[in-house]
Nanobody, 122 residues
Framework: QVQLVESGGGLVQAGGSLRLSCAASGSIFSINAMGWYRQAPGKQRELVALTTSGGSTNYADSVKGRFTISRDNAKNTVYLQMDTLKPEDTAVYYC????????????????WGQGTQVTVSS
């Protein structure tokens, strides 16, 4: 079993910054991709940013140029630096670990964190 523990959410004024962290622990042989999703009230969960074990990144258009995702493979930890925050960034942010192998021949699994609230006031 794998656990994802998120931290770093909170309340910030528009234009401010926050940094989210997500550490994966448990039986981990490898993790293909780690990323951040968010869900605002009344909306579907959407991809914010994703990074693969090879270093590729992908961002939602709405956060390009403002958010930066990074990853420490040795620590199985992913970070999301959020700058120039806007009220529309307000949401619960969820960490995701995709295609996690517990051993070389195990079945890949996906895991989600419990979510952390980010609130941006205008």
């Amino acid at each position: 079993q794998v656990q994802l523990v998120e931290s770093g959410g909170g309340l910030v004024q528009a234009g401010g910054s926050l940094r989210l962290s997500c550490a994966a622990s448990g039986s981990i042989f490898s993790i293909n991709a780690m990323g951040w999703y968010r869900q605002a009230p009344g909306k579907q969960r959407e991809l914010v940013a994703l990074t693969t074990s090879g270093g590729s990144t992908n961002y939602a258009d709405s956060v390009k140029g403002r958010f930066t995702i990074s990853r420490d493979n040795a620590k199985n930890t992913v970070y999301l630096q959020m700058d120039t925050l806007k009220p529309e960034d307000t949401a619960v942010y969820y960490c995701n670990a995709n295609s996690v192998l517990s051993s070389r021949f195990s079945v890949p699994r996906n895991y989600w964190g419990q979510g952390t609230q980010v609130t941006v006031s205008s």
